[in-house]
């Protein structure tokens, strides 16, 4: 064991050592230190590996009953912390339109968190290389960067009315924008900056909920969408018995949208689309709503 003491004397004389030298008594006496620390520091970590169980991890078909419990109690406890730490994040940057520093900080955790929702949507999608695509409420522009890996000669758009949003998706995907493949605009889905059929490709993931007419903002994104176009609204809710107390606490807090799966339907028929598909992720409220013009 070596005492605060030994080690403020330690750095003392290595700090003297520099500036003026030590005599022949300092050296001695700094060589002692020494070895006593590296004798300590041995010690200590030997204690450590002594401390450390080894098991053999055995395959999960062979757990028992009592061990299946266990592993899925730790599982949930995990997802727990994770999900309660998302939501404080969630809360101060303001999911309705992030805003300042914690605003940027929650789009940067929702690329992790809508990491899997998104790419079980983009199963969804048939893409060409050569397709033209907009993301509405892009966000910290994860599927933005996705969907480029996926097109060559075909262009992509993000739109969001968060200029945080606008700014981080143009960061995630620095080299699409410098080389003109992507762009990445500040508007709202109300009112679109884009002439009418241009985009053969729309995906919105986690964003219909804050739409501020949702009927309305339907028919501007039908109206930018070219004939024969795919629309993919994307969200992990959607209004269903045994909804889970955590999303119905999320509804009522941020005032979300959130439609059953009839209403999604009648939704999109009225806003023009001939064909409509619902893809629903088992054990999961995701919700993919896909619309042919
Ligand atoms: C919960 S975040 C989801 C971001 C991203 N799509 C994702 O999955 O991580 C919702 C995004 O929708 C944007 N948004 C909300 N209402 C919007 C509107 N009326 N027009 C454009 N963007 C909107 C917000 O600014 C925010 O960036």
Redesign the pocket.
């Known amino acids: 064991m070596v005492t605060k003491e030994q080690i403020a004397r330690i750095n003392e004389l290595a700090r003297k050592k520099k500036t003026s030298g030590l005599t022949q008594a300092e050296t001695e006496e700094q060589k002692k230190l020494r070895n006593a620390y590296v004798a300590a520091f041995k010690s200590n970590l030997k204690a450590q590996l002594d401390n450390i169980e080894l098991v053999d991890r055995k395959p999960e078909s062979e757990y028992t009953e009592a061990e299946k419990k266990h592993v899925a109690n730790l599982s949930q406890k995990l997802k727990e912390e994770y999900q309660d730490k998302e939501k404080s994040v969630t809360e101060a940057g303001n999911?309705?339109?992030?805003t300042g520093e914690a605003g940027k900080e929650m789009?940067h955790r929702?690329?992790e968190s809508?990491f899997d929702?998104?790419g079980w949507a983009l199963s969804f999608m048939h893409f060409h290389e050569d397709d033209h695509i907009l993301?509405?409420?892009?966000?910290?522009g994860?599927?933005l960067k996705r969907m480029a890996e996926q097109i060559k000669t075909g262009h992509l758009t993000g739109?969001?009315?968060?200029p945080v949003?606008v700014k981080a998706s143009k960061e995630l995907n620095k080299t699409a924008v410098e080389t003109e493949k992507m762009d990445i605009i500040e508007?709202?889905?109300?009112d679109l900056p884009f002439e009418d059929q241009v985009f053969n490709k729309i995906i919105?993931?986690?964003?219909y909920y804050?739409?501020?007419n949702l009927e309305e903002?339907m028919k501007e994104v039908f109206r930018v969408l070219k004939p024969g176009g795919q629309f993919m609204l994307v969200a992990e809710i959607y209004q269903h018995d045994g909804l889970n107390a955590r999303a119905l606490e999320n509804i009522k807090k941020y005032e979300l949208r959130n439609l059953d799966i009839a209403e999604f339907e009648a939704l999109f028929i009225e806003s023009g689309f001939k064909e409509t598909a619902i893809h629903l992720k088992d054990g999961e409220d995701w919700i993919c709503v896909e619309g042919i013009k």
């Open positions: 999911p309705r339109k992030p789009i929702m690329n809508h929702l998104t993301d509405i409420g892009c966000g910290g994860s599927a739109v969001d009315y968060s949003s508007a709202s889905v109300s919105t993931v986690e964003s804050f739409w501020p903002d």
